[in-house]
């Protein structure tokens, strides 16, 4: 569809939503949160404007492989002397280049899902293209081509058969710029969100899907032997974004993945045979089309409220057509669903698009035929927005289970004229697929907060207590990470809803010279394994200072959440294995060195490992204490002095040893 249909569906959506409520309907209300009570209608405007903008988001990078005979391909975004440079864009042919994501391809079995994206070669479009480029380029101002520089010049040459060969013969040079690629600088951050797979590396699928091209066109190169991800993938991606986030402005880009599903040119691969025509015709008939058809959508809508049948695993042409959709459906299925519908018309109703006289406007878009599908595709937005708010409000996590900041703490060796450029990201593992989270700009960027004479100490907290942030789901990257001259550390935590700190990760190291860039785009920092301690061996040195009054004076103690804490005496001797006497969470485990008695002097140093019950080492740390720290019991404190081995408070940070 074009904008101003996208925006037209959407807002009818709205309207029939809060009638049909007949109340206030939940929506926006605190920063776009949708569990709180004002109308829908109220953020009707900036909802739709960021559905109808998914069509001209910057985040899909082709690039026009340009090197002269034995040059090759070079980085796109340096221009160097001497050289005739690599370009890339965002656009091309009077569009932006994020559309080609916008289709789902149900004449052919997917390649890397069940049903692929746009895709020349391995899809539909190399085959029964029935508008002609010499008709489309023939008619002044075409969508498609009015905006392009030197095209008429390229096509001096050459011949073509069907649009969708013009297209593809004129990107034949160009690739998708995607993760793991050289020179990759987050150039096409949809890649990554809408490439989803159980089971498999990710950065091997985006490389199979998106092969790289030469200076001139050859086959198995570039785009047109490249498969664009599904519009169903797009769709799930935001969707699911949304249960994280609350921003019902993430819900734009899911009613444009419904809406553009029920196009039938979108469904069934192809940029040409009279796509544009039809959705241009759609802009301009559109009220005549809805009006009459409310009835319609309303029944739909209550229809599909009311059915309570199972949903399907998955949704295969022409087979699942007649299945009723309800809110228990999966996102992407339920798009999927709607693709099915309009495929089907494609396929029957217009006999492929054969038609090639587009003059007969009556006789080549019956207008039941269109009106069926913006009536599926309203209804459909209104039954998404209902699930949306049910599942987000079901999912919502409270107390221990929700996460509502992140700390990061980062110690670097003297680095003099070192640079530092640290970007992280939360991933967040759903339905098989990584849903991308990035923190508010002003809090991506770790910022230093104190410096020392040998060492530089960064410190961070992020709030993203707006956001519903499972505790045990989400993950965090760096992402453009430069670290040169110098090695640095990192310690992690994040607090719950509870107002309780834990570990996210252990003390971790990059070592200098670590560049994430290019073929290596970002890192996964490993996470603290969740397992159950039951043993704990350790050894320990006495202090020089030891003396008959503080013998075995000290001991451990070990606590989880919940539980009575346990004390294992620390005796001066080595590979002692003590066993608990109940099993302890290693994700909320707190470890800390204590006096038994009145005062007493610290170990000169101890080493703990933290077993399971085959005796498997989850944990092992050491510490010392070369000035023989001196703990001593305070009469008006009702606690026993204690010092922390493994820090869940995040007050406190020790650089580790060098």
């Known amino acids: 569809m074009n904008g101003t249909t996208h925006r037209n569906v959407t807002e009818k959506a709205i309207i029939l939503l809060s009638k049909e409520k007949k109340d206030n309907y939940y929506a926006i209300g605190e920063d776009n949160l949708l569990e709180n009570a004002n109308t829908l209608s109220r953020i009707g405007s900036e909802l739709r404007y960021k559905n109808s903008d998914t069509d001209h988001e910057n985040d899909l990078e082709f690039v ?26 965002y656009s091309s042919l009077g569009f932006d280049l994020t559309s080609f994501q916008h289709f789902i391809d149900l004449g052919h079995k997917g390649k890397y899902d069940d049903y692929d994206g746009y895709s020349y070669h391995y899809g539909s479009a190399c085959r029964n293209g029935y508008q002609s480029a010499k008709e489309v380029i ?6 498609f081509v009015s905006d392009c520089m030197g095209l008429a010049e390229w096509l001096s040459n050459r011949s073509f058969g069907s649009f969708d060969d013009l297209v593809n013969g004129w990107f034949n040079d160009e690739y998708v ?10 150039c096409s951050p949809a890649v990554w969100r809408y490439t989803f797979c159980e089971g498999e590396d990710k950065y091997s699928q985006i490389l199979g899907r998106y092969p790289l091209a030469q200076r001139v066109g050859k086959y198995g190169c570039g785009i047109p032997y490249s498969v664009f991800t599904p519009v169903d993938n797009l769709g799930r991606y935001w969707y699911e974004r949304f249960l994280i986030s609350g921003n019902a ?18 469904t069934s691969g192809y940029v040409g045979n009279w796509h544009v025509e039809y959705e241009d015709c759609l802009d301009k008939e559109f009220n005549d089309y809805v009006n009459i058809c409310d009835s319609a959508v309303l029944m739909l809508y209550r229809q599909w409220s009311a059915n309570s049948d199972a949903a399907p695993a998955k949704i295969t042409y022409p087979r699942s057509m007649t299945l009723t959709p309800n809110k228990s459906w999966r996102i992407d299925h339920l798009i999927t669903w709607l693709a099915c519908q309009s495929h089907d018309q494609y396929v029957n109703d217009y006999d492929n698009f054969r038609n090639e006289d587009w003059k007969e406007k009556e006789e080549f878009l019956d207008k039941q035929k269109p009106r069926k ?13 209902d699930k949306a708010r049910e599942e987000y409000v079901k999912e919502k996590k409270y107390g221990s289970d929700k996460v509502d900041a992140i700390h990061v703490l980062i110690y670097a060796n003297k680095a003099k004229s070192s640079d530092i450029d640290l970007q992280m990201r939360l991933f967040y593992n759903k339905c098989g697929g990584s849903i991308e989270f990035d923190f508010p700009e002003e809090d991506n960027i770790v910022s230093p907060t104190a410096n020392g004479s040998d060492y530089y100490l960064y410190r961070k907290e992020i709030d993203v207590s707006r956001n519903n942030i499972d505790a045990k789901k989400f993950n965090l990257e760096l992402e453009r990470c430069r670290i040169k001259d110098f090695q640095f550390f990192y310690k992690i935590s994040y607090k719950t809803a509870d107002n309780v700190w834990h570990p996210y990760a252990d003390t971790y190291s990059l070592k200098k010279n670590t560049i994430f860039s290019g073929e290596t785009n970002c890192i996964t920092l490993p996470r603290r394994q969740s397992a159950i301690i039951r043993k704990v061996r350790f050894s320990s040195g006495q202090s020089s200072r030891y003396n008959a009054q503080t013998a075995d004076g000290v001991a451990l103690k070990v606590q989880s959440r919940g539980h009575l804490p346990q004390y294992v005496k620390l005796l001066s001797k080595s590979n002692c294995v003590s066993i608990l006497d109940i099993p302890v969470d290693s994700e909320d485990c707190k470890i800390s060195i204590m006096i038994m ?15 399971d019950e085959g005796g498997k080492t989850i944990y092992n740390f050491s510490r010392s204490w070369p000035d023989h720290l001196w703990l001593t019991y305070k009469s008006k404190s009702k606690n026993l002095p204690e010092y922390d081995l493994i820090q869940n408070c995040v007050d406190v940070f020790c650089p580790p040893t060098r």
Not at 77 to 84: A, I, Q, R, S
Not at 249 to 266: E, F, R, T
Request: aromatic share 6%.
């Open 64 to 89: 026009d492989v340009d090197g002269a005979s034995g040059v090759g391909r070079d980085d796109p975004h340096e221009d160097k002397w001497n050289v005739v440079d690599d370009t890339s864009s």
């Open 138 to 143: 023939s008619r002044k101002g075409h969508g």
């Open 177 to 186: 710029h995607s993760p793991g690629m050289k020179w990759y600088r987050n």
């Open 249 to 266: 402005l993430d819900l734009g880009p899911v009613m444009h993945a419904i809406q553009d599903a029920c196009v039938p040119h979108h």
């Open 373 to 385: 599908l913006l009536a599926l595709a309203v209804a459909m937005s209104m039954l998404v927005f």
């Open 597 to 611: 008695g009145k005062d007493a002097w610290l170990p000169s140093y101890i080493k703990i490992d933290l077993l």
